[in-house]
């Protein structure tokens, strides 16, 4: 007998407390609930357009999203060479940016050099060479 009234003393604290709550506002909660109802509110962006994004070089650009040179650097002699701390201090020393930078086409060593128009008789005419076997 003792154990069922501690049980529906219990029970009834419990009663209380719940009607308590729901008095108070904490079950169910009187706000807070916007979130469940309404639309979500997502963020939205205007689309991109062509002058959103400036190119500074083309040339580069196409380099950079080549086939070639996505299997450059796949290569793992590439990333042996890239994670070489030598390589990195030869290629940021002025003489090599020299030595790699196009000549300027207006001078007569950049008509000299400048590749052959592929619309013309004579770039039509040139092939790379072939390549050798080492054996």
Not at 12 to 37: M, R, W
Not at 96 to 114: C, D, V, Y
Request: net charge positive.
């Amino acid at each position: 007998m003792k154990r069922q009234g501690i049980i529906v003393g219990l029970a009834g604290v419990a009663v209380v407390g719940i009607v308590v709550a729901h008095y108070a506002g904490i079950i169910p909660p009187k706000s807070g609930l916007e979130g469940t109802i309404g639309a979500a509110k997502r963020y939205q962006a205007t689309q991109i357009t062509d002058r959103d994004v400036v190119l500074q070089d083309p040339q580069v650009q196409a380099l950079l999203q080549s086939d070639l040179f996505h299997k450059v650097i796949a290569t793992p002699e590439f990333k042996k060479v890239a994670q070489n701390e030598q390589f990195w201090r030869l290629v940021t020393t002025a003489d090599f940016q020299r030595t790699i930078a196009p000549p300027n086409p207006s001078s007569e060593f950049g008509k000299t050099i400048a590749p052959p128009n592929p619309s013309s008789e004579f770039g039509k005419t040139i092939a790379p060479p072939a390549p050798r076997s080492l054996s």
